[in-house]
């Protein structure tokens, strides 16, 4: 059984409200974005980052939101691909989308790797 320190608890908390905080100021909570990664699992440290993405694609977002820069990743040739927003230069927030459906394997992976729907 893992036990957390109460720095642990406060930074966990921090970047879970610092997800919320982008997904009001980028307005996509209508897209019903998740967050997923080491800040859906709880297992954060200082240099984690906050990873939220769309599950369902919406390419009309992608001309709509600002960020540092933008860039596309396909995992595997047989995943889909998805744009992501990079709201700083380091990657440490950052917006995904696919370009396409996604498979049901790449929607489990969410579920798999942490994934948590923010309550906003």
Sequence with gaps: ???????HWALLRSK???AIEIIEEKGIKQLEPVVYG???????????????AVLRPNILWLDR???????IVQATPS???????????????????PLSE????????????????TRI
């Design 79 to 97: 995943s889909t691909p998805k744009a992501y927003i990079s709201l700083d230069s380091a990657e440490l927030e950052v917006i995904s989308f």
């Design 65 to 71: 939101l600002t960020g540092h820069h933008k860039f």
């Design 38 to 52: 080491s800040v859906a699992r709880g297992d954060v440290d200082q240099h984690s980052d906050i990873d939220i």
């Design 102 to 117: 996604l498979s049901s394997k790449e929607y489990e992976f969410f579920a798999f790797g942490g994934r948590w729907t």
């Design 1 to 7: 059984m893992m036990k957390y320190s109460p720095s």
């Design 16 to 18: 879970r409200e610092r």
